[in-house]
């Protein structure tokens, strides 16, 4: 290895090194900045009830385990829960997150709402149509009732021109989620 | 030093002399906020890559003098993306796609090129702070103005309107540029260079 060769390497690792030790020492706190942000980001899926009952340690078991169930005890009302599903897809520049709501009052199940959530890169100014803060197009999955089998055509939602493949991904994703939240009923 | 900093915010500004950075310097300017936030991660990365190249500039191969720039660069981008994401959140989610692009910000590697690779380590941080400076104010001026304008005339928030008002921003210092005294008297020298052609 020649000296200049050697030079750089070292040079490579030093920087190695110190990006290493700041992402180590930042991921805890990065992590609980993302459970913060979306804390906010999926308060619109829940009743406003159980709002206050969703903690930043609920969002984490939720990014974590890609499922969560919320209870709100009220007898006389008759029990009601809401199951949130984590689901992935991949859209244009990597993959999108996506968190779907349901509401399950006497085993019928109704789709609250969707969401995108942090980190994607979706193109800004076309992708970002999926994002509730730049357009109103996800709101289009909010309080659909799901029927027993996740058919193709059962969501009736647009793509987006321009943005094709990331809307097309969010659609993939709540379908997934669909699918998971159905697969519970049947157990 | 003085000289530094006049040039970096005036006579030789990155953006408005020298005409680097347009890419993000058009792409985020939308709003008065996000041109602010990526000039301070720009201004950031400028100061701490260049501020290491001057250190290890006399380690550093000639052969491989602009892969090493780039690796330390490139170090200082993502360093200040991790810092954001961890103690900036709210700030990064608004500007957290362009904060990668900053390493393709020509003004870093021109600056570590024609100053950091040779200068000392204290010229080159107010060579770096001046450039960078210059690069915030440029790229707040053009956020305030397009987020001022942007409810009346739309077509500021477009591409084409950023450039619009950049052109006009250039121009704008051009003219202040131009000395005012018209009676001073033209330099002989000057108009017989210009008989030679």
């Known amino acids: 290895m020649t000296s200049s060769t050697r030079q750089f390497m070292v040079l490579a690792s030093l920087c190695l090194g110190v990006l290493t030790l700041v992402n180590f020492i930042s991921a805890p706190k990065i992590r609980r900045n993302q459970a913060l942000a979306t804390v906010s980001l999926i308060k619109p899926l829940v009743p406003k009830a159980m709002q206050a009952k969703l903690q930043v340690a609920d969002v984490q078991q939720l990014l974590n385990h890609h499922y969560l169930r919320l209870e709100s005890g009220s007898p006389p009302k008759g029990q009601s829960s809401i199951e949130l599903y984590l689901t992935t897809a991949s859209g244009y520049a990597g993959p999108i997150m996506v968190i779907t709501s349901y509401a399950i009052t006497d085993n019928k199940y109704v789709l609250v709402g969707a969401q995108v959530i942090p980190p994607q890169q979706e193109t800004p100014g076309l992708g970002d149509v999926i994002l509730a803060t730049e357009s109103d197009w996800i709101t289009q999955f909010s309080d659909t009732v799901i029927t027993t089998k996740p058919l193709n055509d059962d969501l009736h939602i647009d793509t987006v021109t321009g943005a094709t493949i990331s809307t097309r991904a969010v659609i993939l994703a709540v379908r997934k989620s669909m699918k998971l939240a159905l697969g519970s009923v049947n157990d | ?197």
């Not at chain 2, 003085?2 to 002399?17: E, F, I, Q, R, S």
């Open chain 2, 1 to 197: 030093m003085t000289k530094l900093l006049a040039d970096g915010l005036w006579h030789n500004n990155p953006a408005l002399v020298q005409l680097l950075g347009l890419c993000p310097l058009l792409a985020v300017s939308t709003s008065l906020t996000t041109g602010f936030i990526l000039g301070l991660a720009t201004l950031c990365v400028l100061v701490l890559g260049n501020s290491c190249i001057s250190l290890c500039r006399h380690s550093i191969a000639p052969g491989l003098r602009l892969p090493s720039f780039m690796l330390i660069l490139a170090t200082a981008t993502t360093l200040i993306e991790i810092l954001l994401q961890a103690y900036l959140y709210e700030l990064y989610t608004q500007v957290g796609l362009f904060i990668p692009l900053i390493i393709t910000n020509c003004t870093l590697l021109a600056r570590a090129e024609a100053f950091a690779a040779r200068q000392p380590f204290l010229k080159t941080s107010v060579d770096s702070l001046a450039m960078g400076l210059g690069f915030l104010l440029v790229l707040t001026f053009i956020g305030s103005i397009r987020g001022l304008l942007s409810p009346v005339l739309t077509l500021v928030l477009l591409p084409p309107g950023a450039f619009f008002l950049f052109a006009a921003m250039v121009a704008v210092q051009n003219w202040l540029k131009i000395p005012r005294n018209s009676n001073r008297q033209v330099n002989p020298r000057v108009i017989a260079l210009h008989n030679i052609d």
